[in-house]
């Protein structure tokens, strides 16, 4: 027999295992509003502290077939372990044919051989369980963990036919032990009995009752839980494995199972939300709040919207403990209780992405409020008993729950005040009598609507926005709450939402306009309805008028403007709804009228006047607020009186760009504005320039954005306007100026901006010419050399190409490309060489003389060689062409005809000699002959 390759790791230092697989998440979210359950912990009399298991991985080697046994492992293991499981690499067990089997020793005997499976649980894809799945199991298969006991011995073989699969270990978990284990009893309960499970929480055993060592979680998966948005439904699961464990070794049990689904399976945490013992105990499976809705890994494909429930122990040859169904009837009940779900119902979930689902991805499928995993996963769980047992888990769930809400909710959560309603609906889980009560923001109920219903008859009941004695409830927050008791006295668990009610009429006005505007209200109200409007001042109270309100809710006053003499206080009311009113005010601010440009512009150190008006009244001032434009302390002026007429005016002399805006009396102001003081301009342009071209007149406008206006005056005509445009921020400013074609003599040019005296100038006309060109005579074959040029700046040369020898005159010119010369008159473009080509260069003020490259063959060989030793002399040639290589023997002075070759497609060409005496050799192809190279024969 072959032995095994054992290795311990303590603490879960796992990154040394080839321990790999790829599985999936459940997401669990917190608990909907109105959920009134009281988080029920259970307290261990001993301290809990965290337990850190054990690890140890056996490959499992190949031996000499014997009765079908591919494989074994026969070294003794010197400690005790819990848990038993399996990795090996994907595809390489066949299925059917293969199985990996092990036995352990127990109490000095040892047990029957157990097949391993691969685990059926996982996470949906895309979650971070998925994702750090993938990353810890690669390419690997991860067997389903199966519970041994306290076993101190392990035998593990490969029966079948074919071989033992790649990269198998076996590995064994302990879950390790503490003294907390055997007395893990709650001190209290808080919540009260579960005897209404729909409001009270079962006593739950958490994390730290069975020694959960969070640092495993936490270094898994940093960012710590997911959750899903809602609860949907409920799993029921088996964690497999034997069913004759003792009280005070379940929390070893967990450990190991949250153990092996963290390192072996690569999840986060443990895939259950809960877990149940055969002793009807209930136990915190994943973390993140037992209230919450926990994104898990234990139902692949359908962990979003929904829990998982694992029964410790296999249940398909046993049946669960009557202890161990009514914890799980209690557990159902408390969490579809807390999401008005009838557990008799169904409900639709949409398949996520996993390998062992029954469900293609994105398939809506209908289940049972209550479903075991079989139901979604191609699997046997929660084993052929419990899962014959689901439809007595339904019943007694929902007897559990007693009065319940199902699925309650409102139609809207916003009406308009005396023009709307509400419809609450939800199902019954029994015969109940129901309550809608609806308070305000302080927690006064306004309305209470009652009534009863049954599992056949659903609760319907329409609030329409009125108080008890009938009167309309005013716009404002409010929240509605559905309750329910059954004939029993137990309540179900209470449903509440947040409702608005909005005004009967808006009111839409500006909150400042300025003196004599007219001033227009518009609105919202309730369609076929009129809204009255009117307005109060100090001169006493008017009608503006009585608008209809337009089927889209819409009205306006826009027919009777108001005009603003006074401050105006608008009253807007529905006649048929005279219990609200609503009331806006319009003030009269101040205005700025002078200047009338946003920017101004004055001459630097002159004063810029600003006038406007404001709202008359005695002593009535406003007062200038300046500051830098670039951001500063701000200045504000002393008052300046308001005349009788509403008028007022002031001024201030800027010494940079300088915003400003006025305030009144009551901190009413106006929008800022800027002011740039402007320089006399600056401008300069060339002294000199092509005839028909143009120059560049730059300059800065005073530092200020004005506009600037470009004159000229050609040889022998009159002064126009060339172009006007608005300075940049800065000032500055370039406009092109063209020139005459007017060689020898002048134009002349002037800049205005109307902030201090023109400037002027003068150009030169020279004459234009046309465009040079030069360019090697010779290039190797694709080689890219330049042609290079004079031509008049700023001009356009376009390069053209031709066969060498072609005429000026001859269609086969090609233009290869353009280039615009540079202010030093030079120009260049590079052209890649395939023939002897001919070239020149055109532009605007003329054409080029003809230039021609001739495309030489290139040649290289090897400086020395071996007598009698072969010799490769190659080089590049034009493609297709006949090329003749010649050699000159050393001594003599002929050269004779070695041998000819024609050049390859691309472009190469070689000749291969075995050499007796050194000689110089060139190549000659269309005319063209290469350089000379010698090879000296040793």
């Known amino acids: 027999m ?173 879950g390790g032990r503490s003294s907390a284990d055997a007395n893990p009893r709650p001190v209290r309960i808080w919540g009260g009995e579960v005897a209404n499970a729909a409001v009270d929480q079962p006593t739950i055993y958490s994390r730290a009752d069975w020694g959960a060592d969070e640092s495993l979680r936490k270094s898994a998966c940093p960012s710590g839980p997911s959750y899903s948005p809602t609860i949907k439904m409920g799993f029921l699961h088996h964690t497999d494995g034997g069913n004759g464990y003792s009280r005070s070794q379940v929390p070893g049990i967990i450990r190991s199972i949250y153990a092996y689904h963290v390192r072996a399976n690569g999840w986060c945490d443990v895939g259950y939300n809960y877990l149940i013992d055969r002793f009807g105990r209930i136990w915190e499976g994943r973390a993140g709040g037992v209230t919450k809705a926990v994104l898990g890994a234990h139902t692949g494909g359908f962990n979003y919207d929904s829990f998982g429930v694992s029964l410790i122990g296999a249940y398909n040859k046993t049946q669960p403990s009557t202890e161990m169904l009514a914890a799980a009837e209690q557990l159902f009940a408390w969490r579809l209780g807390s999401y008005y779900i009838d557990p008799t119902a169904n409900t639709t979930l949409v398949a996520d992405s996993f390998s062992g689902s029954r469900y293609r991805t994105g398939t809506t499928v209908k289940f049972k409020t209550i479903s075991g995993h079989r139901d979604a996963d191609q699997t046997t769980c929660p084993g052929s008993y419990a899962y014959a047992d689901l439809p007595d888990i339904r019943t007694a769930t929902r007897q559990l729950m007693g009065a319940g809400l ?17 419809t609450v609906t939800a199902g019954a889980l029994t015969t109940e009598t129901w309550t809608l009560t609806v308070t305000d923001a302080t927690g006064v109920t306004l309305r209470t609507l009652t009534g009863a219903a049954t599992r056949a008859t659903d609760i319907a009941t ?67 309805h009129t809204v009255d409007v009117t307005t109060s001042g100090p001169t006493g109270q008017q009608t503006v008028g009585s608008f209809p309100v337009s089927g889209n809710g819409r009205w306006s006053g826009a027919s009777v403007p108001v005009t603003a003499d006074q401050d105006i206080q608008w009253t807007a009311t529905d006649p048929a709804v005279p219990s609200y009113a609503k009331s806006k005010a319009t003030l009269v601010g101040p205005r700025i009228t002078a200047p009338d440009a946003d920017p101004a512009f004055v001459r630097a150190g002159q004063p810029l006047t600003v006038s406007g008006t404001a709202l008359p009244a005695a002593g009535s001032t406003v007062q200038l607020v300046t500051a830098p434009a670039a951001g500063g302390t701000s200045t504000t002026a002393a008052p300046v009186q308001v005349g009788p007429d509403g008028t007022w005016s002031t001024a201030f002399t800027p010494t940079g760009p300088t915003s400003y805006s006025v305030i009144d009396g009551r901190s009413l102001g106006t929008a800022s504005r800027l002011v740039y003081p402007v320089e006399s301009p600056s401008a300069s342009a060339p002294s000199a320039g092509y005839a028909a071209r143009g120059v560049t007149v730059r300059g800065n406008a005073g530092g200020a954005p004005v506009r600037v206006t470009l004159s000229a005056r050609q040889p022998g005509g009159p002064w126009t306007s060339v172009r006007s445009t608005k300075s940049r921020r800065g000032g500055r400013y370039a406009i092109t100026l063209p020139l005459a074609n007017a060689p020898g003599q002048q134009t002349r040019w002037r800049v205005v901006t109307g902030y201090g005296p023109a400037v002027s100038g003068s150009v030169a006309i020279e004459p234009v010419f046309p465009p040079t060109v030069t360019g090697p005579r010779r290039a190797s074959w694709h080689a890219r050399r330049p042609l290079s040029g004079t031509a008049v700046p700023g001009d356009v040369v376009t390069v053209w190409t031709a066969p060498a020898g072609t005429a000026p005159t001859s269609n086969r010119w090609v233009q290869r490309g353009t280039v615009t010369a540079a202010a030093d008159d030079t120009w260049s473009f590079a052209l890649r060489f395939t023939r002897d080509t001919g070239w020149r260069a055109t532009s605007a003020s003329g054409t080029s003389a003809i230039g021609t490259t001739v495309v030489v063959p290139k040649i290289s060989a090897p400086a020395h060689v071996v007598a009698r030793s072969l010799a490769v002399i190659s080089g590049r040639a034009i493609p297709g062409e006949t090329l003749t290589l010649y050699r000159q023997r050393s001594g003599s002075t002929t050269w004779a005809a070695l041998a000819s070759v024609t050049v390859a497609p691309d472009g190469s060409w070689s000749v291969r000699r075995h050499l007796r005496r050194s000689a110089s050799f060139r190549a000659v192809s269309h005319g063209q002959t290469s350089r000379a190279v010698s090879v000296t024969v040793d």
């Open 406 to 422: 199902v699925a309650p909710g409102a139609t809207t959560s916003t009406a308009q005040m005396a023009n709307g309603t509400v």
């Open 462 to 528: 329409t609030w329409d926005l009125t108080d008890d004695a009938g009167a309309p409830v005013p716009p404002g927050a409010y929240t509605l709450t559905l309750s329910a008791v059954d004939a029993d006295g137990a309540t179900a668990v209470p449903w509440s939402a947040p409702f608005t009610v909005s005004p009967p009429v808006t009111l839409s006005v500006p909150a400042q306009t300025t003196l004599h505007a007219p001033v227009t209200a518009t609105g919202r109200g309730i369609p076929g």
């Open 2 to 174: 072959v032995s095994i390759l054992r290795k311990t790791v303590d603490r879960f230092p796992w990154e040394s295992l080839t321990v790999r697989r790829a599985a999936s998440a459940l997401a669990v979210l917190a608990a909907t509003a109105g959920v009134l359950a009281v988080p029920v912990l259970a307290r261990p009399v001993t301290q809990a502290h965290a337990v850190a298991p054990h690890v140890v991985s056996i490959g499992v080697q190949p031996r000499p077939v014997t009765r079908g046994v591919l494989g074994v492992s026969t070294q003794p293991v010197t400690h005790r372990f819990d848990l038993v499981g399996a990795t090996w690499q994907r595809g390489s067990l066949p299925s059917g044919a293969t199985s990996v089997e092990v036995r352990v020793h127990v109490d000095n005997r040892w047990s029957g051989w157990r097949a391993l499976s691969p685990m059926d649980g996982g996470a949906d894809g895309g979650t971070v369980d998925a994702k750090r799945a993938k990353s810890v199991t690669g390419g690997e298969v991860v067997a389903e963990p199966v519970f041994v006991g306290s076993a101190d011995d392990l035998q593990a073989r490969v029966v079948g036919r074919g071989s033992v699969p790649a990269n198998l270990h076996v590995l064994l978990v302990d």
